[in-house]
């Protein structure tokens, strides 16, 4: 069974880099793609991005200077690092398996950035 | 970006009833729409992808229609269980984008 798990911190001051991983079991990232979604207090999603089967990257143009997506395919895993946030990345961010929609969540991790 | 317009906000049915939820695009998306539920505390669960097409595992109680702009997910014979959010997501372009949810509720 394919499963995915965001880790990293919940807090971070603004300003400051987020960075989160997704650990993939069940399945290979070099197969599909991989994405990064948030979801907004009051429940607004946002697409974020994606690193492809190749470790090519997709980013939403609304975060393109922010945004990095990486992995590492010896540990199964991906990484999403977002540069110079405000309070306004407030977010619950999930990674997700992608085939356009997304078939496989992992539970979600909540980051608040404040100072 | 395409818009999604996501149609009613809230929604509160009795048990059994059927419900229609809408989205509607600023654009053609070409069927490539994605349905999905999520329940409070819990991480989206896909419903339908391709408009019409039910993921595997969901009861076939649930359903996708639609085409152009305007989209909609049906649930017959409401269950206590798909008390949950509901959000359509478009696939046919760059950056994908979703809708802005329904909160489903039990009358």
């Known amino acids: 069974e394919v499963q995915l798990q965001e880790s990293g911190p919940g807090l971070v001051k603004p300003s400051q880099s987020l960075s989160l991983t997704c650990s993939v079991t069940?399945?290979?990232?070099?197969?599909?793609?991989w994405g990064w979604i948030r979801k907004f207090p009051g429940n607004k999603m946002e697409w974020m991005g994606y690193?492809?089967?190749?470790?090519?990257?997709s980013y939403n143009p609304s975060l393109k200077s922010r945004i990095s997506i990486t992995r590492d395919t010896s540990k199964n895993q991906f990484f999403l690092q977002l540069n110079s946030v405000t309070t306004e990345d407030t977010a619950t961010y999930y990674c997700?398996?992608?085939?356009?929609?997304?078939?496989?969540w992992g539970q979600g991790v909540m980051v608040t950035v404040s100072s | 970006d395409i818009q999604m317009t996501q149609s009613p906000a809230s929604l509160s049915a009795s048990l059994g009833e059927t419900v229609t939820i809408e989205c509607r695009a600023s654009?053609?998306?070409?069927?490539?729409l994605a349905w999905y539920q999520q329940k409070p505390g819990k991480s989206p669960q896909l419903l339908i992808y391709?408009?019409?097409s039910l993921h595997t595992g969901v009861p076939s109680r649930f359903s996708g229609s639609g085409s152009g702009t305007q989209y909609s997910l049906k649930i017959n014979s409401l269950q206590s269980e798909d008390v949950a959010s509901y959000f359509c997501?478009?696939?046919?372009?760059?950056?994908?984008?979703f809708g802005g949810g329904t909160k489903l509720e039990l009358k």
């Open positions: 997501q478009q696939y046919y372009d760059y950056p994908w984008t």
């Open positions: 997700a398996r992608s085939w356009d929609y997304f078939d496989y």
């Open positions: 690193i492809s089967y190749s470790g090519s990257t």
């Open positions: 654009e053609d998306i070409y069927n490539g």
């Open positions: 069940g399945y290979s990232i070099t197969s599909n793609y």
């Open positions: 391709n408009a019409n």
